[in-house]
C-alpha cells in the first residue's frame, strides 16, 4: 500500500520538484559559490600565518584569535562599526519610510522624486565619496563655506575624532534611503485602499492611519530592510577607506572591522589575521540576525 501511494505522489510531485529546483538552481549556485565557500576558505585561513612573499602559510591554530582578543584596535574598530549601524540604520529607515509614505499619496511629480531619491544608489560609490569629501574639506569645502557665511568656525569634519565618525555616518544615510524607499513604497503600495476608506469613514486621522493600518501591514518589508541595512551598514568599508587614511588623527574612531581587514589583508600581507577580523565580523552579524528573527515575532504582521 506505501508502495503504490509512493508512485502516486511521485509521478506528480517530482515534476513539481524537479522545476522548482531547476528555477531556484541559479541562486543557489549563486551562494554556493559566491558566498559560502569564500566563507569557508575565509575560516579556514584564519588558522595560518601568511608566509613570506604570500606563499607557504604557516599553520598557527588559534593564535590570531588570541591575538585579536589582547589588540586594542579591533575593539575599536567593532565599536565603530557598531556605532556606525546605530547611527545609520534607525535614522536612514525613518528618513525613508516617511518619503515612501508621502511618495504614496496624491503628489505631482511623484515619478521624478522617486528617481532622485534613487540616484544615489546607482552613483558609483568612489564618486560619491569624492565629492563629499570635497564638501568636507576644510578650507575650500561646501559645508565650511556656508558656515563662514554665517559667522561659524569651520569644522574638521573628517581629522576630528568627535566629528569624523557623524560625518561618515551622514554620507551612509544620504546613500541608502533611496534604495530603502524603493523597497518600503513597494510594500505600501500592496496595502489595501480599503483599510484607509473604512478609517476615514471612522474619522481616524493621518496620523492614527499611519501608526493603526501603515506600520502593521508595512512591517514585513520594513523588517526586510531593517535586516538588509544592518548587514550593509556592518560591512561598511569604501567611505571610511576614501575618507579616512591610517595617518588620520580620526583613524581609530572611525576604522571599521573591514577596513582593519584591507589593512591586515593587504597592506600588511597578513591575511590570516586580516580574515580571523572578518569571522569577527561575521559572527556579530550572525548574533545581531538571529536576535531579530526571533525579535519579528512580536513586532511583524504576515496577512
Known amino acids: 500500500m506505501n508502495h503504490t501511494v509512493k508512485r502516486k505522489i511521485g509521478a506528480k510531485t517530482w515534476n513539481e520538484w524537479s522545476w522548482g529546483w531547476f528555477l531556484i538552481a541559479p541562486t543557489m549556485i549563486g551562494l554556493i559559490v559566491l558566498n559560502f565557500i569564500p566563507i569557508i576558505q575565509t575560516a579556514y585561513l584564519s588558522f595560518f600565518k601568511s608566509g613570506d612573499f604570500g606563499r607557504g602559510n604557516i599553520y598557527i ?52 522624486y522617486r528617481t532622485i531619491y534613487f540616484i544615489p544608489m546607482v552613483a558609483a560609490p568612489a ?21 563662514s557665511k554665517l559667522g561659524l568656525p569651520a569644522v574638521n569634519w573628517t581629522t576630528d575624532p568627535q566629528v569624523a565618525m557623524l560625518s561618515i555616518a551622514v554620507i551612509g544615510i544620504w546613500s541608502v534611503i533611496g534604495y530603502n524607499m524603493v523597497l518600503l513604497l513597494a510594500g505600501l503600495q500592496e496595502i489595501p485602499k480599503d483599510f484607509y476608506e473604512a478609517s476615514d469613514i471612522d474619522g481616524a486621522s493621518r496620523v492614527r492611519q499611519f501608526f493603526v493600518i501603515t506600520l502593521p501591514l508595512v512591517s514585513p518589508t520594513l523588517f526586510f530592510v531593517v535586516v538588509t541595512t544592518i548587514i550593509q ?57 538571529f536576535f531579530q528573527m526571533r525579535a519579528q515575532k512580536k513586532w511583524v504582521n504576515y496577512m
Open 61 to 112: 591554530g588559534w593564535e590570531n584569535y588570541r591575538k585579536l582578543i589582547h589588540d586594542p584596535q579591533v575593539w575599536h574598530a567593532v565599536g565603530n562599526t557598531l556605532l556606525y549601524t546605530l547611527l545609520v540604520v534607525p535614522v536612514s529607515i525613518a528618513i525613508a519610510m516617511l518619503v515612501a509614505v508621502l511618495l504614496n499619496g496624491k503628489l505631482a511629480g511623484r515619478s521624478l
Open 127 to 147: 564618486a560619491v565619496t569624492m565629492v563629499w569629501r570635497w564638501m568636507y574639506n576644510q578650507h575650500y569645502g561646501l559645508i565650511n563655506h556656508g558656515l
Open 233 to 289: 551598514a556592518m560591512q561598511v568599508f569604501d567611505v571610511i577607506y576614501m575618507m579616512i587614511d591610517v595617518s588620520n588623527p580620526a583613524y581609530d574612531h572611525t576604522v571599521s572591522l573591514v577596513y582593519l581587514f584591507y589593512n591586515n589583508s593587504f597592506k600588511y600581507s597578513n591575511k590570516g589575521y586580516g580574515s580571523a577580523v572578518v569571522m569577527v565580523l561575521l559572527a556579530l552579524i550572525m548574533i545581531i540576525t
